[in-house]
């Protein structure tokens, strides 16, 4: 139901809210990174846009929560952002193992943080925008606060996203479940890795394989997104979901610019995969909505900075197409693996829309997911191919919500085959998101703590961080940029104590 208010303006908290968590991490950039000529100015205009963000005439009516939906949302965030194992009370995925450097760097050192280099130095140059937050908090508390306060900030994300989520339909419980446990193919994909094909490859040829191909792992499930790199996995969800509301819901492209360049700082690659939304929402909007004010100058010159800053990255050896990385034309028969096995499920729920027709308007959003599923496994970026893994999450958001749809349908009867493939198929899928954090935490913990790290590995920041010979791979290079870069020279503020 839509109310209109045509004299005065409406607060949106959700959107207000949503955007000050992506802009926060900014603002702290702007202000403690860039030089004050260039970052005051900058934060000014970017702090004011973000509080206009969320004012606008026409609001469309929100669910009224009850205690018993705002319990559900604070548990699941908190027993979610526990499980992935942030704060390290619960077991932690390897990538800890750069959090918690990037951490000590952060909170050990004056910024910009710099690093002695053979070639004359380099400064951090990296996505930021969920490290600075608990990095401050650490600067100012002590870096033993630093795993507590980053639990709090990625659960208030959590909270942010499932407070949309219990807006969506009349079944909150139901809608999270099959955001959480929407995994179609992880199940196969696991299998695969493990026993190869019958016949044709076992898994220890097919291995190294799909390792140099960008496409060994399938990351599609919730809990490894989080449970590796929450970072990521908080800009595809909860950029989307502002995204959604602002540009298929309100059809107001107000702002969005800003949005992005915010979540930008976040993930590059997951803020890759928001731009589904806009593609989908074309027919909705006038492009010539986006030439507003807050889009051309708090989304421009923000974007402008991070470009610069972003610019000076090192080079990243695994990038390019992945037919460069296997030999002749092999990589046609993986790539053709990876789609078989990504595809079969999402043609179920294409065969069931088109014998029930429930998804209505939201077919944009269910055909344009597919079509970056389809698109992201051919251009490959990181050593597990990360563009791949990372900007897919908003397009399993969608189709997990487009497979919520339908198993709530009334239109869909177990009696018929075709829906009762596709909710076997559900069903199978979910056993990897159910098991994988019941084997995580039967699974010997591994302690990855900064302590930990610098004793038994030798490594003291992210800058020493090296290849332990199994992937040939410059590992280091990927948080370091030039400190004879344009962002050095020009723009960020000096430091001329690098971190040893």
Not at 100 to 128: E, I, R
Not at 130 to 144: E, F, I, K, R
Not at 253 to 269: H, T
Not at 313 to 321: E, S
């Amino acid at each position: 139901m839509q109310t209109d208010s045509p004299t005065a303006l409406k607060r949106d908290i959700f959107l207000t809210l949503g955007v000050a968590y992506f802009a926060l991490p900014n603002l702290i950039f702007l202000l403690g990174w860039v030089r004050p000529i260039i970052g005051i100015p900058t934060a000014l205009i970017v702090a004011w846009s973000v509080a206009s963000f969320g004012w606008q005439k026409k609001m469309l009516a929100r669910s009224t929560f009850t205690l018993t939906s705002i319990l559900l949302i604070l548990s699941v965030a908190f027993l979610w952002t526990l499980l992935a194992g942030v704060g390290g009370v619960l077991p932690q995925g390897s990538d800890y193992v750069k959090h918690n450097l990037l951490w000590h760097d952060l909170t050990g050192s004056s910024w910009p943080v710099k690093y002695p280099h053979a070639d004359g130095g380099t400064y951090l140059c990296y996505a930021l925008g969920y490290y600075l937050v608990p990095a401050l908090g650490g600067c100012w508390l002590g870096a033993d606060a630093v795993p507590a306060i980053s639990f709090i900030w990625t659960a208030a994300g959590l909270v942010l996203f499932f407070w949309w989520v219990a807006t969506l339909t009349n079944s909150p419980w139901k809608t999270m479940a099959a955001i959480l446990l929407f995994a179609p193919t992880c199940i196969f994909w696991t299998l695969l890795k493990s026993h190869g094909i019958p016949g044709i490859i076992t898994g220890a040829e097919l291995e190294p394989k799909l390792l140099y191909g960008g496409l060994l792992f399938n990351g599609f499930d919730s809990f490894t997104r989080f449970n590796y790199a929450p970072q990521h996995a908080l800009t595809g969800w909860l950029g989307a979901a502002l995204l959604y509301e602002r540009l298929w819901v309100q059809k107001n492209p107000r702002g969005v610019v800003l949005l992005w360049a915010a979540c930008v700082f976040w993930s590059p690659l997951s803020s890759l995969g928001l731009l589904l939304v806009p593609l989908a929402a074309w027919p909705r909007v006038r492009w010539q909505k986006y030439l507003e004010p807050v889009n051309l100058i708090a989304g421009g010159v923000l974007l402008g900075i991070l470009g610069v800053y972003f610019q000076g990255h090192l080079p990243l050896p695994d990038k390019g197409f992945i037919g460069a990385f296997l030999p002749g034309t092999e990589w046609i028969f993986y790539y053709s693996l990876f789609v078989w096995l990504q595809f079969t499920p999402l043609l179920l729920l294409w065969l069931v829309e088109r014998k029930v027709k429930i998804l209505d308007e939201w077919r944009p959003l269910f055909f344009g997911s597919s079509v970056v599923l389809l698109l992201l496994p051919l251009y490959k970026f990181g050593i597990y191919g990360d563009l791949r893994v990372q900007a897919s999450a908003p397009a399993m958001l969608f189709l997990a919500l487009a497979a919520d749809r339908m198993i709530q349908s009334e239109k869909i009867s177990l009696k018929n085959p075709l829906c009762l493939l596709l909710t076997s198929g559900l069903l199978a899928g979910a056993i990897f998101p159910v098991v994988h954090p019941l084997k995580n935490l039967l699974s010997d913990s591994v302690d990855y703590s900064y302590t930990n790290i610098s004793q038994s590995i030798g490594w003291h920041n992210v800058s020493e961080i090296t290849d332990t010979g199994k992937y040939h791979y410059d590992l280091a290079s990927q948080y370091q940029g030039r400190d004879d870069s344009f962002a050095v020279r020009w723009m960020l503020r000096e430091n001329s104590d690098p971190k040893p």
